[in-house]
């Protein structure tokens, strides 16, 4: 299979022949970002577990100073009779949302460390999204909606990138067909596949592995309006230059690329030392206001 990029007439198309690199750019920066977050696919989960951990931070909480009281030891500077006063406080408050932001405080206060935040490990998710490096791709290489959007109305060429075994295009994680919908991405809710690093005493970043099922339904699903592009994108976890994610086997020039261009490019992949690619440009069907790709002849 070759999935195809339109590309406008410009240096940074030059580049990616004479450089062989593509360009992922940035969820935020694409004319259709992303349409949910990790948050609103997975709302009722995301609430229940960050409900979950603040409790567990709370009852670890009580649970070291029980044992210091008991010990008779001083629990962050506190004489067990100050521990023991400072929990009465602590109890009084109503919700395990209110205990957790004090006890929180208290460890701030005594060590100038915050513990992790249940709430911002989940919106640090959503940040994690949106970092995500996309290159867009179709398998269209004869429609005249692309041509005109995205190849500088048909002045410029596509670039036909071939899926083959072992590179990025032939993986499940990297290269993903969009999904088409008006509704959000089902979530399994078996929960996020996670990594956890440690930061410095006392925290943690937790991030959402890049094959993680939903992250992936995240980033390839878009509004059915598009589906007329037959997109496929090829990712990575951060936007950036990154090597060809196929080979590069087919040039196509659009119907109304001049001649000049034409023959720019053409030298351009020669000096470039590309030697497997083969040439075509979009013709219109005789009696027909439709387009065709076509072998290109040189003479």
């Known amino acids: 299979m070759i999935l195809y990029k339109y590309r406008g007439n410009s240096h ?5 022949l004479t450089e062989k690199k593509v360009w992922l750019a940035n969820a935020t920066t694409l004319n259709d970002p992303f349409e949910c977050t990790i948050q609103e696919i997975a709302k009722e989960f995301i609430e229940e577990q960050i409900e979950q951990m603040k409790m567990g ?75 995500v490096g996309i290159f867009s791709l179709t398998e269209d290489p004869e429609n005249q909606l692309m041509w005109a959007h995205y190849a500088e109305q048909s002045k410029g060429i596509a670039l036909g990138f071939e899926v083959t075994e072992n590179s990025k295009l032939a993986s499940k994680t990297n290269c993903l ?60 976890e951060l936007a950036g230059s990154y090597a060809y994610p196929g080979k590069l086997r087919e040039l196509v020039f659009g119907l109304k690329c001049p001649d000049s261009k034409r023959k720019e490019y053409i030298d351009l992949l020669k000096s470039s030392g590309h030697t497997e690619i083969e040439l075509f440009e979009i013709i219109i069907l005789q009696n027909s206001n439709q387009i065709r790709k076509s072998k290109l002849e040189l003479i």
């Not at 940074?12 to 990616?16: A, E, G, L």
């Not at 929180?104 to 970092?131: M, V, W």
């Open 177 to 236: 067909k969009v999904n088409y919908s008006d509704e959000l991405p089902a979530f399994s809710g078996e929960g996020f596949l996670i990594e956890s690093s440690i930061v410095r005493r006392g925290t943690n970043t937790q991030k959402i592995v890049f094959h993680d099922p939903t992250m992936q339904a995240a980033i390839s699903t878009k509004p059915s309006c598009w589906n007329y592009e037959k997109e496929w994108r090829y990712v990575e």
């Open 57 to 131: 931070h709370v009852m670890g909480f009580l649970q070291s100073a029980l044992t210091s009281i008991k010990n008779k030891t001083d629990f962050y500077g506190l004489t067990p009779k100050q521990t023991k006063e400072y929990l009465g406080k602590l109890k009084a408050r109503k919700t395990i949302a209110e205990q957790h932001r004090a006890s929180r405080e208290f460890i701030h206060r005594k060590t100038g460390n915050y513990t992790s935040d249940p709430e911002k490990t989940y919106a640090n998710f959503d940040n994690q999204l949106n970092d």
């Open 12 to 16: 940074f198309t030059d580049s990616i």
